[in-house]
């Protein structure tokens, strides 16, 4: 046994492990008992602390002994696998940390919380279901196979489940080690726990030393969480491990002295355990002695004023906790039950088990990753399930307070959701424990407990005497959402039946929950600033707000979803009661009487909200009488003042009455209305008053709405009027409040009789009619319930049926250079015509203004559609049908209040009073119009008179019915004026009140009419009714200051004659609103019966005058008397004039005036479209020619006779040439471009790798193969010659575009200045020259100056010259050999000179440099003409790669290729060609024997074959001195084309078989002799083939075969396509540069005419030639020289080079002539595609998964964005990647956002996103997780911005990357 020591080898270990095996499955008990012993000592030894802390190896050793010994001495893989053999879990159970990347599937889940890994995912089948994808915030485990959580048919094929009889039983000895290595493993690391953690001192938690602790723990808890991974059979012998009692009993327990080192651990867990229970020490005796009849404890006020309920011990007291008690005083109590079953929680933590202990210490080191992960992963074992949702709840209590304490609350409540959600999501699990271990008590102890540590006194109402307490919103707890862990499982249990069942039958946990929810009642209250701004601005009200939603709001959504039947009638009952007695403890608390306090206003209102949203349940889903669910009259009325106060204040807000509280008023107001919270906040209220309202005196209830706006004193008849609560400036959108709040009021039916769908309906058009909206901003802004087990919005209808009944889809649209659209849906016709409602549309604006664009949206239909056109009201809607409940909520419409309000308005409408607005009579009328539509019956004709008048009314109105009232006359009206008012001065005239109708009732005026008086009379009775104990009845007079305004001693009474009805103003008006007079003529006095008959219609369109017309009718529809008084005031305004025919005159009048509206109209319509045009100027003149736009360069070609050009200076704005002295230049862009390096020759485009088979090679790319070509001639060739011979710039040329503006360069030059100066600018550096162009604001950076000349020039040389063909080489060559002087130093020349150097530095050295002796002037020489070939290709690119379409330049003016040209002509041409070495002399020359000779050199000159025809051409043109004549450049074609053609037929007697040579030597030999032999393709084929076959070139032919496959043979006709084909690309670049040249449209064309016709136009095609015959072509040769003679001496060189390098020739001379258009990869259907395999791609760099994954869209490299694991000399990759790849512009995906990002240069935007769900929207940042999809348009209008070089001018929003992405 000694050798079993700790430093065993592997062998070693292996074989005392089989030995113990072996013994200890034998069967002798003997034996048996020995080798337990011997195995006990030696796991003691190796896994005892002390051994553990020799470091890592002792770790390491001692898990290697674990291993072995658990393996019985087999390999631990074989062990593995063995083991996993009989897993029978069915389960997933994947645990997942943050940010892993899960699914929720709503159509499969059971529980809201289900959430699978991707794997399980994809391999169930969800098609079609609502699924998305989410980035977990807190964590979680994958449901599959858990049927209580999910719907069997969603599991994938791995847990299907399967019968236990498959999976085989294990055998015993396979885990015997494991029952009894794993104890001991435990124990160690339990103890390690208990040895590691010290009680921090002074509450200084030493996290330092916890993380060390946790990092020498790491390797013992990745072995456990191993072991769960091995399946069912390992997790059973774990779950028996941490779970038996015994095994702890023996191990843990200190007892037995003989282990010092164990008996310290076993004292440090004592000592760390006497925190854990929830009450203090000095409670213990308090609890115990004084169990009182209620059972509740009265836990001892001072003891508790501030402490929280922690057990500090004695010198470790909780210091923090004392700050708590700021002069709480006497706290009211709490009553906390202390019955016997709950002193679980009060007390200190027992454990008797490993799972208990792990659990608790898990918790004291905040629930560290790892732990928390092991825990997890047992889950699937049912056993371990239960006992360790058993042990979380028995630890509840402790989380909570370790979380309070905790320091990182924000990653522990991750931790704590993660694993509760687990559990409590199960309902059968969370059933079960609430049953066994009262479950709900603890929650909702351990939540009261929480909120306890951070109440206030309440200064709500009466600020001295309140006995309120309230949370305090600044303290972290609140601040910091730290409750949200434990609310989220309350919410979380509570959306279980059974449980929730529970809840609402336990009277007392509703006492308890309603006095929880009471610390909300009234909190954050505001106080308004009436002096000065506040100085502090507190944000509290965030905390506040979402305090009540989680908190009271979510749990009362929770317990109402179970509230949907009659059987549940009595749990509604319960709340509703205890709901009350809260209410009625709150009201007596803060000591409320009847008026609130002025200034003052809280929006969190919890217990009025809970008793709302249950009255409205229990009238709407469980038939229970409203009547018996209400308290009396009083209490209504103290129901009623705070949600009232609280729409008073929403007033005052929007009024800027508050605005000395700061923005955050505001903010609370918006919250409160929107749409995450009114269905918890505004809802409930409104409902809950209009409860009230149908309840009380309408009288009371009107004239508490006008006292609570502060309008009071503006409802008189007078002119003038004193308010001593409201600055004049407030009081009309105050009036406008009180209306609008009357009207929803009356009208909204959200509560009252409303079917969901009915209202699901309401709320879609209502933010529809707002804007046209997005598919998610509708679902977010649509209040759904927020009941968490519903998942989607209540009702039958989904939300997407509803949504295509009321509104059509507008998909995205693309302007290019357009802001990307998403697609939206907008209102469907039939809406807007009958569904459009006024009153939902206020009631859910959180904004104003979307009030009036939604008035804005109407009148626009109205105007489209033909309905109405000058400028509509509000519709005037009907609404749904009342349910019988609420049917006294209409009595308010029928109350002399009312009515009084309304006359007053009317009249002081009418006779213009300051402060009325259009919006007041607007809802005076709407208000009218609802009592007409309300009124009780059809009166009888006969008028009772109203018995036992009632004193104050008598003299305005006789009874309550509207239809009666508005016709009843009043005369005199005794009003109170300040004495300055006119009023004053006139006599009372004694006369009598009448009805209308003559006969004379009372004689006497009308007394003035006080609301305020009115309301205390009326609150008086109801107290006086209500209260039998005297002392109730003497209640106190509220203070003066609120008394009727009369009080003021400078006002005096006047009486003013009236002599009006309702009637008679509302026809008074109708004249005024027409401007004319009697302009209102009763419609039924022409057709009796027909407006009779008439059905009133449910919606009116139409302005103020049609809603009185409207008025009018319906009064008279519901009574005769009515309709004969109208008709009286209308014979007594004006005499009765029948309705005549319009008089001709009239009509001409009635015509002038539309005619004059008309004009204006179209007016108005011109300048709004004039501003559009210049508008989509500005956008579009970077993309299309705009007609009007040629202001920039008025080149004059029409008028002949000017010679010179002009330009206008976009600065000074004056004309002129360009001179020598003062240059003008083109405002231009210069940008390095790879695009055409980009090129491929395969027409399909390369497709993005989505798997690890795919992959992209860039060599088969353009800019690859020009590379390589350049190089191999580098090889073998003299390197002066080689850079002559190609072209660079495919990869980093330089690209130079125009806006076609011109300005003076001196102008420029102070421009720049100007802008260096001007700190504002943002988007471009201009230290880098960029600017914006002064006129069209398009992004540049250099001017390109225009060469002084005349503009003649082009046509002077158009005409044919006779000279022949030798004449014009000879000229050419001595035209070369002129040296280029530097013009003298002229402003012009200097400028030249610095935008060359500008062109030079905008693309990166490695681009310009490839010659081998750095800094040679062939370098330069080669770059300047690559320039002009770059800006020529990709001209065509823009074409579409060819000339078909012919037509000007893109956007003729806009090319600055001319100016180009200049520019690099007059910098090459101070370079000479040496004359011998000049490639002119080659191809017009026959030389002479000796310059043969020259071949010997080392590095020849490259063969006149191998040279790139369009560089010569370049080279050519700009070594001549400018301007160039037509003629010589005619010349210079022809003679090039000469040496293409040979080319081409070189390459293809290279390309086909030795058989088919053969026959083309036959064939040609016979044309040779004819006499046009050299324009025959045949005879010059012959000669080429047998002028190459001298040297080695054809003799590689069989080993390898190239390009074109040999089997299928050469026709003619395939010969001259190839020969086509071989030659279009240089006739294609020669024709663009000769129209930039020379002017001249490029003729358009079919595509296989392309080459007949570009050689016409290029002056190859022979005159005599006719399209009739068969066009060869061969007849464009034009030979300087005789053809055999010097195609031969260009063969021989040829030769020569075979004959030493014969491998190379034929690479060479094959040139792959058709590139497909530059296209960016093609990218997958569906965007999940490209996220799984990126999203956890590992960099190739740095092989780490990176944080922000980018691939590069036009070569797919994966790169890490500000991965900093990647940076080079301070360069993040993809800024890098966008140089290399780009040359400065990369094209990225962002793999986690689904967002494209640009990198220009120094610059970066973000582009948008080209993959959109179903409903055309993108997904940024993935947040929602919808499935999304390729749009293909948006994909092209990014390849198009990339291609046309237009990310600059297009995109707007650019901001400078600093290199860091």
């Not at 992960?373 to 074992?381: E, I, Q, V």
């Not at 939540?447 to 972290?476: F, P, R, T, W």
């Not at 949203?613 to 009238?619: D, P, R, T």
Request: glycine share 6%.
């Amino acid at each position: 046994m000694a050798g079993a020591g700790g430093g065993a080898s592997g062998p070693e270990k292996r074989a005392t492990a089989a030995r113990l095996k072996a013994a200890l499955s034998a069967s002798a008990a003997a034996e048996e008992s020995e080798a337990a012993g011997e195995l006990q000592a030696l796991l003691e030894r190796v896994l005892s602390p002390a051994a553990g802390s020799g470091g890592g190896e002792a770790v390491s050793e001692a898990l290697a002994w674990c291993r072995c010994l658990l393996a019985g001495g087999e390999p631990w893989d074989s062990f593995v696998q063995a083991v996993r053999a009989y897993d029978p879990a069915t389960l997933c159970g994947l645990v997942w940390t943050a940010n892993f990347v899960a699914y929720r599937c709503r159509t499969c889940g059971i529980s809201p919380c289900m959430s699978l890994c991707a794997e399980c995912f994809h391999q169930g089948e969800h098609a079609g279901h609502d699924y998305n994808m989410f980035r977990s915030q807190a964590g979680g485990a994958c449901d599959c196979g858990d049927g209580n959580v999910m719907r069997e048919a969603g599991f994938c094929k791995r847990h299907q489940i399967k019968s236990s009889s498959e999976v085989p039983s294990v055998p015993k000895d396979l885990l015997i080690m494991s029952e009894l290595v794993l104890p001991q493993f435990i124990f160690c690391l339990i103890q390690y726990l208990r040895e590691g953690y010290n009680e921090p001192v002074l509450d200084l938690p030493s996290e330092k030393d916890l993380h060390k602790v946790l990092q020498v723990l790491e390797p013992h808890i990745s072995f456990l969480e191993d072991l769960t991974k091995m399946g069912g059979a390992m997790r059973a012998v774990l779950t028996q491990v941490l779970t038996n009692q015994q095994f702890y009993k023996d191990l843990s327990s200190g007892g037995g002295g003989e282990n010092a080192c164990a008996k310290k651990s076993h004292e440090k867990y004592l000592i760390a355990l006497k925190g854990s229970g929830l009450t203090l020490p000095e409670d213990k005796m308090a609890c115990g002695g004084q169990e009182q009849a209620a059972g509740s404890s009265t836990l001892v006020a001072q003891g508790f004023a501030g402490a929280t309920p922690t057990s500090g011990q004695g010198d470790s007291s909780d210091e923090e906790d004392q700050d708590g008690s700021q002069g709480v005083g006497k706290r009211k109590r709490v009553k906390l039950s202390s019955t016997t079953k709950d002193q679980s929680i009060m007390d200190v933590l027992k454990h008797k088990c490993f799972l208990e202990e792990l659990l608790f210490w898990t918790i004291k080191y905040e629930f560290p990753q790892k732990m928390v992960t092991f825990l997890l992963n047992m889950l699937p074992d049912q056993d371990y399930k239960i006992a360790f949702t058993k042990t979380f709840v028995q630890h509840y209590a402790f989380i909570m307070k370790t979380l309070k304490k905790s320091h990182e609350s924000d990653t522990m409540s991750n931790r704590i959701v993660h694993i509760s959600v687990q559990l409590f999501s199960n309902e059968e699990l969370a059933r079960q424990v609430t049953e066994e271990c009262q479950l709900l008590d603890i929650m909702v102890t351990v939540l009261l407990y929480m909120m306890e540590s951070c109440l206030i006194k309440s200064e709500l109402q009466d600020e001295e005497n309140s006995l309120h307490v309230v949370v305090n919103c600044g303290e972290a707890l609140l601040k910091n959402n730290t409750y949200w862990p434990l609310v989220s499982d309350f919410i979380n249990i509570l959306s279980h039946q059974s449980v929730a069942k529970k809840f609402l039958e336990d009277h007392r946990l509703l006492v308890t929950w309603m006095n929880f929810v009471s610390f909300f009642q009234g909190m954050n209250l505001n106080k308004r600033e009436l002096n000065e701004h506040v100085e502090f601005e507190s944000q509290t009200y965030y905390a506040a707000f979402a305090a009540e939603l989680e908190a009271c709001a979510q749990p009362m959504w929770g317990l109402l979803s179970h509230c949907k039947v009659r059987e549940t009638q009595e749990y509604t009952r319960n709340v509703v009661r205890y709901c009350l007695e809260a209410l009625q403890d709150w009201f007596d608390a803060i000591n409320f009487v009847d008026e609130p306090t002025p200034n003052q206003v809280t929006f969190h209102l919890p217990l009025h909200r809970y008793y709302a949203m249950f009255l409205s349940k229990a009238v709407k889903c469980q038939e229970l009488d409203l009547d018996s669910l209400l308290p009396d009259q009083e209490m209504l009325m103290k129901l009623m003042v705070h949600p009232l106060q609280i729409q008073a204040s929403l007033s005052e807000i929007h009024s800027n009455m508050w605005v000395r509280n700061g923005l955050q008023i505001k903010g609370q107001a918006m919250t409160y209305v929107q749409s995450h919270f009114c269905n918890s906040m505004i809802d409930p209220d409104i409902y809950l008053l209009q409860v009230c309202a149908s309840r009380l005196d309408p009288d009371y209830f009107i004239s508490s709405v006008f006292e609570r706006f502060k309008v009071v004193d503006l409802l008189t008849m007078a002119s003038q009027h004193q308010n001593t609560v409201l600055d004049s400036e407030h009081e009309r959108s105050m009036l406008e409040g009180a209306l609008t709040f009357l009207v929803i009021l009356l009208s909204l039916r959200l509560h009252l009789g409303m079917t969901d769908d009915e209202i699901l309906r309401a709320e879609m058009v209502a933010q529809l009619c707002m804007n046209d909206r997005t598919h998610s901003s509708l679902l977010d802004l649509i209040p759904e319930n927020p009941n968490p087990k519903s998942g989607i919005i209540p009702g039958s209808l989904s939300f997407e049926s509803m949504l295509s009944a009321v509104a059509d889809f507008k998909a995205p649209v693309f302007e290019p250079g357009g802001s990307m659209q998403q697609g939206m849906y907008t209102p469907k016709a039939e809406v807007w015509d009958k569904e459009f409602d006024p009153v939902m549309v206020i009631l859910r604006t959180v904004y104003r203004r979307d009030v009036q664009s939604a008035m804005d949206r109407y009148t626009a239909f109205l105007k489209q559609s033909g309905k109405f056109h000058g400028n509509p009201w509000p519709p005037y809607k009907k609404r749904t049908h009342l349910h019988s409940s609420y049917k006294g909520l209409m009595r308010l419409l029928h109350c002399k209040t009312l009515h009084i309000v309304l006359f007053t308005l009317l009249y002081k409408i009418l006779m213009d009073h300051q402060n009325l607005s259009e919006h007041v009579l607007c809802m005076v009328l709407y208000l009218i119009e609802l009592g007409l539509e309300n009124s009780s019956e059809q009166e009888s004709d006969e008028e009772d008179s109203m018995g036992g008048q009632e004193c104050c009314h008598d003299s305005w109105f006789p009874g309550n019915n509207l239809v009666s009232n508005m016709r009843h006359f009043i005369n005199y009206v005794r009003v109170r004026v300040p004495e300055t008012a006119p009023e004053v001065k006139r006599e009372p005239p004694a006369s009598t009140s009448s009805d209308g109708l003559g006969g004379s009732q009372n004689s006497g005026t009308a007394q003035v009419f006080s609301l305020v008086a009115e309301r205390r009379k009326k609150f008086q009775e109801i107290i006086n009714r209500n209260t039998t104990e005297a002392s109730q009845a003497v209640r106190p007079k509220t203070s003066m200051k609120w008394s009727a305004p009369g009080a003021t001693p400078q006002l005096t009474t006047a009486i003013l004659e009236i002599k009006e009805s309702i009637l008679s103003l509302l026809v008074k008006l109708h004249h005024k609103l027409s401007g004319k007079q009697n302009s209102y003529y009763p419609p039924w006095l022409d057709d009796m019966d027909a407006s009779i008959q008439q059905e009133n219609p449910t919606y009116f369109h139409g302005d103020g005058m049609t809603a009185v017309e409207r008025i009018l009718l319906k009064a008279a529809l519901q009574s005769r008397l009515n309709k004969r008084i109208i008709e009286e005031i209308c014979r007594k305004v004006t005499p009765p004039v029948p309705p005549k025919k319009i008089s001709p005159a009239e009509r001409k009048t009635l015509d002038k005036e539309e005619r004059r509206q008309k004009a204006r109209e179209r007016q108005q319509k011109l300048l709004a479209e004039f501003a559009s045009r210049q508008k989509s100027f500005m956008e579009t003149a970077m993309d299309v020619e705009s007609p009007d736009g040629e202001i920039a360069m008025e080149i004059a070609t029409s008028e002949q006779h000017v010679s010179e050009a002009v330009y206008d200076c976009v600065i000074c704005g004056q004309s002129g040439p360009s001179t020598e002295d003062r240059p003008a230049g083109l405002v231009v862009l210069l940008q390095a471009s790879s695009v055409l390096g980009q090129c491929r020759n395969s027409t399909e485009p390369k497709k993005l790798p989505t798997s690890e088979k795919e992959q992209i090679y860039p060599w088969d790319t353009c800019a690859a193969v020009y590379e390589a070509r350049l190089a191999t001639l580098q090889q073998f060739f003299k390197d002066s010659s080689c850079l002559q011979s190609v072209s660079i710039g495919w990869e980093g040329g330089v690209y130079v575009q125009t806006c076609g503006h011109t300005l003076h360069i001196d102008c420029h030059k102070s421009y720049m200045e100007s802008l260096r100066n001007d700190q504002v600018l943002q988007g471009f550096s201009v230290d880098k020259g960029e600017f914006t162009c002064p006129l069209c604001r398009q992004f540049a950076n250099s001017v390109l100056p225009c060469y002084p000349g005349n503009n003649m020039e082009r046509t002077l040389w158009q005409c044919h010259s006779n000279k022949n063909m030798q004449d014009l080489i000879k000229e050419v060559e001595e035209l070369q050999e002129q040296l280029g002087t530097f013009p003298s130093e002229t402003n012009l020349s200097k400028e030249m000179e610095s935008v060359m150097k500008d062109i030079k530095s905008t693309t990166q050295k490695k681009y310009t440099d490839y010659s081998k002796s750095p800094g040679s002037p062939d370098n330069d020489f080669l770059f300047m003409y690559s320039v002009a070939r770059t800006n020529l290709e990709l001209e065509l690119v823009h074409r579409g790669g060819n000339l078909c379409l012919g037509g000007a330049s893109t956007a003729g003016k806009r090319s600055c290729l001319h100016q180009l040209f200049h520019v690099l002509a007059m910098h090459m041409r101070l370079y000479s060609i040496d004359s011998a070495y000049n490639p002119w002399k080659k191809l017009t020359q026959l030389m002479h024997d000796k310059n043969l000779q020259m071949c010997s050199e080392e590095q020849p000159e490259v063969p006149v074959l191998y040279r790139d025809v369009s560089s010569l051409l370049l080279i050519q043109i700009l070594t001549m001195p400018q301007p160039l004549h037509k003629e010589h450049f005619t010349c210079i074609i022809k003679v090039l084309f000469t040496l293409l053609y040979i080319q081409a037929l070189v390459a293809l007697s290279v390309k086909c078989s030795t058989e088919d040579r053969m026959t083309w030597m036959n064939s040609g030999a016979l044309k040779k002799n004819i006499s046009n032999a050299k324009k025959s393709w045949e005879a010059l084929l012959n000669h080429v083939i047998s002028e190459l076959s001298k040297g080695k070139i054809y003799e590689q032919e069989e080993t390898e075969d190239l390009a074109m496959d040999s089997t299928n043979p050469w026709c003619p006709s395939s010969i001259e396509t190839y020969l086509q084909q071989f030659c279009l690309p240089f006739l294609r670049i020669t024709s663009l540069l000769q129209h930039h040249l020379f002017g001249g449209e490029l003729p358009s064309c079919q595509e296989d005419e392309e080459f007949t016709v570009l050689a016409n136009c290029l002056g190859l095609l022979p005159s005599s030639f006719q399209s009739s015959h068969q066009f060869s072509s061969a007849s464009c040769l034009d030979w300087p020289v005789p053809a055999f003679d010097i195609v031969s001496q260009w063969c021989s060189e040829l030769v020569s080079f075979a004959d030493k390098h014969p491998t190379q020739i034929k690479i060479l001379l094959i040139r792959e002539p058709k590139w497909d258009l530059p296209r960016l990869l093609q990218l997958p259907e569906n965007y999940n595609t490209i996220f799984q395999y990126y999203h956890r791609k590992s960099c190739s760099v740095c092989s780490k998964v990176p944080k922000d994954p980018a691939v590069c869209l036009v070569c797919g490299t994966f790169v890490c964005l500000k991965g900093l694991c990647c940076k080079q000399q301070s360069y993040c990759e993809c800024v890098l990647h966008s140089q290399n790849c780009g040359a400065g512009t990369g094209i990225f995906l962002l793999i986690n956002a689904s967002v494209i990002i640009i990198i220009r240069g120094h610059r970066f935007c973000l582009w948008g996103s080209v993959y959109l769900d179903a409903h055309g929207e993108e997904d940024r940042d993935l947040r929602r997780g919808k499935p999304l999809y390729i749009c293909k348009e948006r994909y092209k209008v990014l390849e198009q911005q990339w291609i046309s070089h237009t990310f600059d001018h297009i995109n707007k929003r650019w901001g400078p990357h600093y290199n860091g992405l």
